[in-house]
DNA sequence: CAGTGGTCTAGACCACCGA
DNA sequence: CGGTGGTCTAGACCACTGA
């Protein structure tokens, strides 16, 4: 019957099925900050009700988000926003392994923490305006596994969204960067996108990964996303290519 | 109510929900040849009689193999093997783009199709004894794309599982070639894994490639599995990193 | 038109969690 | 113990397909 909808936005005759309305106003809630990362959400018969709908279609929403890593189901607690510093989740989006095939988890050390205006080429990959005085943050860091250094690591950042990072703040990070960006700033990465070349090393690279001029490296650039596909992040890795190597999967089962 | 079941192997009372079993039912069949890749499952009422259970959990079931593109579920019509000659899933693992961020989907060359004897490195991503007699091909090839060579491609199969392959099933063979994989030898690529290594090119890579020696090139290698985590491919593709890299996308939405 | 999968409801029982 | 999500049922109506 009517079921008549309590203005809650969804509409049954409307393009989407109402599943799909579901993901898209409870994404609204978490992009406009109604639920931040590590909080519960209300119960599924509470958005149930608040949404108009059988639990069934609540549970079909919660459900494409939890298969993407939005949110998080615990049976007998409740449905939580996810959280980057979750162990689970904390080399996510780490793929880079030795020559045994074992996957480096590395440590870092915060080089140089500045303020500075987004070059062209950050402004395209960050969506800024290319203006020529945008600010960004431009961290520079080192990678370390075992007390050697891994990587050189280079993160620019939108200075208005992360206008409370400290330098003190990403040293203290003991987990994954993103969750310092979550818990600092309230910035949630849920998608990245990355650009693997192969190059030889420059005299800079040379220098900080203690290698010789004109070796392989292999440089990582990798764009981060938060929801509605905003970029806000950038950063870009350079390893030894003869001792590390990138490993992906694809196709799941 | 007891619901009895018809002695389908499908318990109720389980360590797995039925759904969950369900999904192992269906992947037993595929992998035991029952229906092939392109065929039409029975309808979602004819399994849920045949297994002793409701529409819904065969849906859920069924929609954890969707999910993983085992299966293709179309309106009106059935549910169906992913193939991977569908125009949708053709390139569904290249990951090769050029400066412009162009997607590089390459046609091949069949340079050599030979028998031979399983390496102890091959022995070991394809899983097969490695007694120095075990049968593999040996395919070389080289990617071409607008009538330039995009990258060497050297792949070995198990001679067992392809005997029915044929050089020129290869050459005919306008799509992706696991898709001729499927056709002739029933054989269904549903995951991959890749490892991307920078290196500098041989003496014959730069021939292979036209390019100097010691340039810089990405050397991607690919183990690929059918159901149940079996390896039945192992290539190695090497590309100018000049010219190309690799792309990828994590995290979805 | 009949048959398919797609969506949705209402409700049941279970396993798990924490007070 | 009550509340949460996890599983499952029986059924309804819809949208799409192809004869």
């Not at 520079?140 to 003190?168: C, H, N, Q």
Request: glycine share 6%.
């Amino acid at each position: 019957m009517p079921q008549k909808q309590h203005s809650t936005g969804l509409d049954v005759s409307g393009p989407d099925p109402l599943y799909k309305q579901v993901e898209q106003r409870i994404l609204q809630c978490l992009a406009e900050g109604e639920w931040k990362p590590g909080e519960q959400l209300p119960t599924e018969n509470q958005l149930a009700e608040r949404f108009g709908v059988a639990v069934f279609t609540i549970r079909a929403g919660i459900g494409e988000l939890v298969a993407s890593n939005i949110l998080v189901r615990k049976q007998g607690k409740g449905t939580f926003v996810a959280r980057h510093s979750r162990l689970r989740q904390r080399y996510q989006f780490s793929h880079i392994h030795d020559k045994n095939g074992r996957q480096i988890l590395p440590g870092r050390e915060l080089l140089s923490f500045v303020k500075d205006v987004a070059t062209p080429e950050e402004s395209a990959r960050l969506a800024l305006p290319s203006d020529g005085k945008t600010p960004v943050f431009r961290l520079s860091m080192i990678s370390i596994d075992e007390e050697k250094t891994v990587a050189t690591l280079d993160i620019t950042l939108p200075a208005r969204l992360f206008s409370k990072l400290t330098a003190s703040a990403i040293r203290n990070a003991q987990e994954n960067l993103y969750a310092a960006y979550q818990d600092e700033c309230g910035i949630n990465v849920i998608r990245i996108e990355e650009h693997i070349h192969a190059a030889l090393a420059t005299p800079a690279d040379a220098k900080a990964l203690k290698i010789r001029n004109n070796s392989p490296v292999l440089r990582v650039e990798r764009t981060a996303y938060t929801y509605r596909n905003a970029p806000v992040e950038f950063r870009t890795r350079i390893f030894d290519a003869t001792k590390y190597h990138y490993r992906t999967i694809e196709g799941s089962i």
